[in-house]
């Protein structure tokens, strides 16, 4: 499992135009512990880098001449197929946080920066990255140690656009037909964390706060269900899920969700009802009610979620490692955000 070792020793990677600014940030993470960090301040630089070092987190200005933070999450999402961006936003303008989110953006830290919120944010960010890569190479490997595939169609993986007999050698026009549909259903699903936001746009505009506690409740969301993912995944490179079990696996999972969200929700609550008291807001209670409320149901699900999504892969015949994290990451993101929003607008109006 991932410890504080691995998560100090992870590939960071700083882009800021202003010189200050990249000082002020590798003095941070350089006292905290920190030892693999670079730093650019020209954005255009930013993809070759992360294609030829992939930073397990990429800290990035917004506000840039010639080529603004936007664009440049556009070309990493090129390089980063599985949907998972490990991009840290530095935005100044609250505006700027929900749309870098919307684009793509695991989390987002303010100017003027704040030590304490920019280490915290790093730490978690890292955590659950590692967390990620650590999954896929757990199943790699026990796929290789029992030279098992998933197999069970034809056209294994036509789902994500590669094929088995896709080769170095197959032509540009053949690749682009098997790999483009898939760039295709991934657009899609990335969309619908944006509309679930346009859906409850009332709602952020008059509880701004809830923004702050957005990306943390994704990244717990996600962590629960990668953890589900995990065993989900040894269970069934090993065979040790047999037929008929499915039902007391999801039961297992929504339980570990219910009483992880709980433990964790308590703590998120807390932290909820001290930020909107010090913001002076009478619904304090309230908020915290509704993070509580939220994280346990987005818990759950996402538990769930990470049980569910492989076996309905498998099921259909598509390779449950390859696809399994990109429609996770999708259903936990669409839970956190209909949870928290959703009973945001209900109990507080």
Request: hydrophobic content about 50%; overall charge neutral; aromatic content about 6%.
């Amino acid at each position: 499992m991932i410890n504080s070792a691995d998560i100090l020793a992870g590939k960071i990677l700083i882009v800021d135009d202003r010189p200050a600014n990249v000082v002020l940030l590798e003095r941070m993470l350089r006292g905290a512990g920190y030892v693999n960090i670079t730093s650019t301040m020209e954005p255009g630089e930013v993809c070759a880098l992360h294609r030829a070092n992939h930073y397990d987190l990429i800290l990035l200005d917004l506000k840039m001449p010639g080529m603004d933070g936007f664009q440049v999450m556009e070309g990493l999402k090129e390089i980063e197929k599985g949907s998972y961006l490990p991009v840290l936003v530095i935005a100044a303008e609250p505006d700027h946080k929900l749309r870098a989110l919307k684009a793509g953006a695991k989390d987002f830290i303010s100017k003027p920066l704040d030590m304490a919120e920019v280490l915290i944010r790093v730490y978690n960010m890292l955590e659950v990255r590692l967390l990620h890569l650590e999954t896929r190479k757990l199943y790699d490997q026990l796929v290789v140690e029992k030279q098992q595939s998933f197999e069970l169609t034809a056209l294994p993986g036509t789902m994500v656009g590669v094929e088995k007999e896709e080769r170095i050698a197959t032509h540009w026009r053949r690749s682009l037909r098997l790999r483009h549909p898939w760039l295709q259903i991934n657009l899609l699903t990335s969309l619908l964390g944006g509309a679930i936001v346009l859906l409850f746009q009332d709602t952020v505009s008059r509880l701004l706060i809830l923004a702050v506690f957005v990306p943390i409740l994704l990244s717990q969301a996600t962590n629960t269900g990668s953890q589900a993912l995990a065993i989900t995944l040894r269970g069934l490179a090993l065979r040790e899920l047999q037929p008929g079990r499915e039902k007391a696996l999801l039961i297992k999972e929504a339980l570990l969700g219910l009483l992880n969200g709980v433990l964790v929700g308590l703590v998120a609550a807390m932290a909820m009802y001290a930020a909107a008291t010090a913001q002076h807001l009478p619904i304090a209670f309230m908020l915290s009610v509704v993070v509580f409320f939220a994280m346990i149901g987005s818990c759950i699900i996402s538990g769930m979620c990470g049980a569910l999504v492989p076996l309905v892969l498998k099921r259909f015949g598509t390779d449950p490692a390859t696809a399994s994290s990109i429609f996770l990451t999708t259903a936990a993101d669409a839970a956190s955000l209909v949870m928290l929003l959703g009973l945001a607008a209900i109990l507080v109006g």
